[in-house]
């Protein structure tokens, strides 16, 4: 379990207040663009720390360990593949910095074929489509094997229907592993995909997660304003 324990964050005139926990396997993070979503998910990664307050995964205090020591990976739109890499070589930067043992080779053609891209091994990112980045990198985090995954839109520039299969693959690899998924998203329809439960964020707050379903079917105020501009699901 993810807990915000009292947390508040300044970042220029705009401050981030939560005091909230994440239950669910997978929470989406809806709300307006501004709102605060990317920085909440920045300062679980501890890429920003907090003016006040702590962040605990299973209860343990992980505010003051740098992004590498946290049990957090991230997915962001632009993957952060190496571009001069082969997929074999990204890969293997997630287990090590010399030429990956046979176990760990093992580990990066299972992760490969868990992602569905067995054969693919030497090919540079810049040679994949858009859909095969997003899976070198969900094939990373397998490989670093945190309990916890956190997702910033990384699908946002997928079409429509590989953004569900993204989606689907996502909540299939965190029902096989148990890990946990914190996922921003500008798409209510995101949430209700995969999400068991959803936290609005507004103007820099962050409200209790509420089951997906029942808060897209009954939106308090400011959530049904910003729906109003989204397509309900
Ligand atoms: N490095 C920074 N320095 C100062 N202010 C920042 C910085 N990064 C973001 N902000 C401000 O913090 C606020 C929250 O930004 P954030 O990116 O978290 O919003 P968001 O909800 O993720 O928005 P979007 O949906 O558009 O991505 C905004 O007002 C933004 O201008």
New binding site residues.
């Given amino acids: 379990m993810l807990t915000l324990d009292q947390i508040t964050l300044a970042?220029?005139p705009?401050s981030l207040v939560a005091d909230v926990s994440f239950n669910d396997p997978i929470t989406a993070l809806i709300?307006?663009?501004?709102?605060?979503?990317?920085?909440?998910l920045n300062l679980i990664a501890g890429f920003v720390a907090p003016s006040q307050g702590c962040v605990l995964w299973n209860g343990r205090d992980i505010s003051k360990l740098p992004p590498a020591q946290r049990p957090v990976s991230m997915l962001f739109q632009d993957n952060n593949l190496f571009p001069h890499l082969a997929v074999w070589e990204n890969l293997a930067l997630a287990l090590t910095h010399r030429r990956p043992n046979a176990k760990q080779s093992a580990q990066m053609k299972q992760a490969l074929s868990r992602v569905g891209l067995v054969g693919y091994e030497t090919r540079k990112p810049g040679a994949l489509s858009g859909g095969q980045q997003s899976r070198v990198a969900l094939a990373r985090v397998l490989l670093q094997a945190r309990p916890l995954m956190l997702l910033d839109e990384p699908f946002a520039v997928l079409g429509p229907a590989l953004k569900q299969e993204m989606l689907d693959l996502v909540a299939e690899i965190s029902a096989e592993t148990g890990m946990h998924v914190v996922m921003?998203s500008?798409d209510p329809q995101d949430a209700a995909r995969i999400a068991t439960g959803t936290a609005v964020?507004d103007e820099?707050r962050v409200s209790a997660p509420m089951p997906t379903r029942a808060l897209l079917e009954n939106p308090p105020a400011g959530l049904k304003a910003y729906l109003g501009a989204t397509q309900a699901p």
Avoid: C, M
């Fill in positions: 970042q220029g705009f709300g307006p663009s501004g709102a605060g979503k990317s920085t909440l921003v500008h964020v820099g």
